[in-house]
C-alpha cells in the first residue's frame, strides 16, 4: 500500500510538468463556452449568477441538482445534463479558483 | 523610440516607392513590421473579436494580435430584430473595438483584406500588406444575391432589405414599417438552410408582430419560407403567433422566392406572386468573400470545413476559419461563434508553442428569441467533439424551453451584456 502511493506520488512528480498544463487548459476551455450568459470567468454582470469564486462543493451539488431535475430550471437543466460528473469537478475548480471582481 | 501614427503613414508611404523597384517581395508597405509570432485575425464579429482577445489572454499577452475589421464599430446581430419590434435601438446594440486595443494590447486595423497568400503567409489590404504565423478567418456570412433574381446590393440597402447584418438595413427596415399604413403586409422571405441563426427569421415575424399589434393592429406578418417546416423551436413560435398575435401571422413552408420586383415590392413564389407592403427577403447565404480569397469554401463552395480540434481550414495549413463559416452540425449563432474562437484560440496557443491542443473540446450554445416585448425562448445544447466522426455532436440533454416567460426574456436581456463584455471588454 505504502508502495503503490510511492509510485502514484512518483509518477505525479514525472508527469506533473506535462500533463497538469493541459488539464488546466482542458478545464478552463471547458469554462469558457460558458461566459456568454455567466461572464468572463465566471464574472457576470447581471441576470445571471456569478460563478467565479464559487465553492466547489456547491458548483458540483448545483449541477448534479440541475440534471436529476431536483433543482428547477429554465435551461441548466438541459447545459447539466450535456456534461458528465468529471467535468463538474473541472468546472467546479476552475471557477472556484477565478478572481470575483 | 515611439512611433506615432503619422510617422507610421510616412512609413507606409516609402515601402510603397521601395516596393515599386522590381526584384522585391512585395509591391507594398508591411503595415506594421512583424517582429515576434504573430496572428493576424480577419473579421472583427463574435468570433474574430473573441479570438483575437482569447489569444491575448490566454497567451499572457506573448502572441501578437492583429485584428483587421472593415466596420468602425461593433453591432450584435443578436437581438438586432428588437430594434424591428421597437424594445431596442441600433445603439443598444453598438460597441466600440477600443477596449480591445487598450487592455488586451490587439493592433487594430480598420480595413478590408483585398487577397490572401497562404504560402508566403500574407495578408493584403488596399494600403498595405502584413505577414503571420498563423490566420484567423472569421467572415460571416455573405448573400447569393444571385440566386433571387432582381436582388443585389444596391435594392437590399435601398428597398427590399435582408437586415441580416445588423446596422443601416435594420434601421431601414424599421423606418419601413413605421411608414407602412395599418392594413399592410409585411413579408418575410427564408431562405433554405443552412443560414445565419436558424431561429431569426420567426423571432422576426414575432417582433413584427409584436409592433404592428400595438400600433397597427390590422396588419398582416406573412413568412415564406423555403424550407418544408418551421427550422427552430416550432411549437414554442407558434404558440406565440396563435396566442398572442392571433390572425396576424401567416406562415408558408416550401415556398421558395426566386424572383422579386422591386417597384411593385413583389415577391415570385413557384407558386404564386406576393406583393407586400414592406417586403424583407434573406437570401441564400455561404461563407463571407474573405473565405473565397484562399479558396477555403471547400464544402458546397459554400462553406469552409475544418478541423474541429483547432479549426483549422481543410484546404490551407495555418488559416483556421471559424463562426457561421463554418461547414458543421452546429446551429450558426453568436454564441457558437464565440465558443469556437475560443477553442480556436486556445488550439492555435498550442500549436505555436509546439504543445498539443485540447483533444475533447466541448462547447455550449444558448440562444434566445424575443417572441414579444418582454417575453423568450430558448434552444438549448451542449456539442463535443466525436473522434470517430471528426466532428462537433450534440450531447444529451439539449433542448428548448418549456413555455415562452418574461423571466427568459429577462435572461435573454443578460445574456446579451454578458457575451458583448466577453467579446470586446
Redesign the interface.
Known amino acids: 500500500m505504502i508502495m503503490h502511493r510511492t509510485l502514484l506520488v512518483v509518477s505525479g512528480i514525472l508527469f506533473c510538468t506535462v500533463v497538469h498544463?493541459?488539464v488546466d487548459?482542458?478545464a478552463?476551455?471547458?469554462a469558457?463556452?460558458?461566459?456568454?450568459?455567466?461572464?468572463?470567468d465566471g464574472n457576470?454582470?447581471?441576470?445571471?449568477p456569478v460563478l467565479a469564486g464559487l465553492d466547489k462543493a456547491l458548483f458540483v451539488t448545483q449541477m448534479k441538482d440541475f440534471?436529476s431535475g431536483a433543482r428547477p430550471a429554465?435551461?441548466m437543466?438541459?447545459?447539466?445534463?450535456?456534461?458528465t460528473d468529471e467535468?463538474f469537478e473541472l468546472l467546479a475548480g476552475y471557477f472556484s479558483a477565478q478572481k470575483r471582481h | 523610440m515611439s512611433f506615432s501614427r503619422r510617422d507610421f503613414l510616412k512609413a507606409g508611404a516609402a515601402g510603397i516607392v521601395i516596393g515599386a523597384f522590381p526584384g522585391l517581395a512585395f509591391a507594398s508597405s508591411e503595415l506594421i513590421k512583424k517582429k515576434g509570432q504573430r496572428v493576424v485575425v480577419v473579421g472583427g464579429g463574435f468570433g474574430g473579436a473573441t479570438a483575437a482577445k482569447y489569444i491575448r489572454k490566454w497567451s499572457n499577452n506573448k502572441i501578437e494580435v492583429v485584428l483587421i475589421e472593415r466596420n468602425p464599430m461593433f453591432i450584435s446581430c443578436p437581438m438586432s430584430n428588437t430594434v424591428l419590434g421597437g424594445g431596442r435601438t441600433i445603439d443598444d446594440l453598438t460597441m466600440s473595438y477600443t477596449e480591445l486595443k487598450k487592455k488586451y494590447g490587439i493592433k487594430l486595423i480598420k480595413g478590408e483584406v483585398t487577397a490572401i497568400d497562404p504560402e508566403k503567409q500574407t495578408v493584403m489590404l488596399a494600403d498595405g500588406h502584413l505577414k503571420y504565423d498563423r490566420l484567423i478567418v472569421s467572415p460571416g456570412v455573405d448573400f447569393m444575391y444571385d440566386k433571387v433574381e432582381g436582388l443585389n446590393e444596391s435594392v437590399a440597402n435601398t428597398s427590399i432589405t435582408h437586415a441580416w447584418k445588423a446596422g443601416a438595413q435594420t434601421v431601414l427596415l424599421r423606418k419601413q414599417l413605421e411608414a407602412m399604413p395599418d392594413g399592410g403586409v409585411f413579408a418575410i422571405s427564408i431562405p433554405k438552410g443552412p443560414y445565419r441563426c436558424p431561429p431569426g427569421p420567426y423571432e422576426r415575424a414575432c417582433q413584427v408582430a409584436h409592433y404592428f399589434k400595438n400600433n397597427k393592429p390590422k396588419s398582416k406578418v406573412l413568412i415564406l419560407d423555403a424550407n418544408p417546416d418551421i427550422v427552430s423551436k416550432k411549437g414554442l413560435f407558434t404558440a406565440a403567433w396563435n396566442d398572442l398575435y392571433p390572425g396576424m401571422v401567416e406562415y408558408r413552408p416550401n415556398a421558395l422566392v426566386t424572383k422579386v420586383d422591386v417597384a411593385s415590392k413583389t415577391a415570385k413564389t413557384e407558386f404564386d406572386d406576393v406583393k407586400a407592403d414592406v417586403l424583407n427577403v434573406l437570401p441564400p447565404m455561404k461563407a463571407g468573400a474573405v473565405a473565397d480569397m484562399a479558396g477555403l469554401a471547400n464544402v458546397d463552395g459554400r462553406w469552409c470545413g475544418v478541423d474541429f480540434l483547432t479549426y483549422e481550414s481543410k484546404v490551407h495549413k495555418g488559416i483556421h476559419v471559424i463562426g457561421d463559416a463554418v461547414s458543421a452540425a452546429l446551429p450558426k449563432s453568436g454564441h457558437m461563434a464565440t465558443s469556437q474562437a475560443k477553442v480556436c484560440a486556445a488550439a492555435v496557443i498550442e500549436l505555436m508553442q509546439d504543445k498539443q491542443p485540447d483533444q475533447n473540446p466541448t462547447i455550449a450554445n444558448t440562444c434566445y428569441s424575443m417572441v414579444s416585448g418582454n417575453e423568450a425562448v430558448h434552444v438549448a445544447n451542449v456539442y463535443r467533439f466525436n473522434v470517430e466522426k471528426q466532428a462537433m455532436v450534440a450531447a444529451e440533454g439539449g433542448g428548448v424551453s418549456a413555455k415562452r416567460s418574461e423571466l427568459e426574456g429577462a435572461f435573454a436581456g443578460y445574456w446579451l451584456k454578458n457575451i458583448l463584455n466577453d467579446v470586446l471588454l
Do not use: D
Open positions: 498544463a493541459e487548459n482542458h478552463r476551455n471547458l469558457a463556452s460558458c461566459y456568454a450568459c455567466h461572464g468572463t457576470s454582470e447581471g441576470g445571471m440534471k429554465t435551461v437543466h438541459q447545459h447539466a445534463k450535456g456534461y467535468e
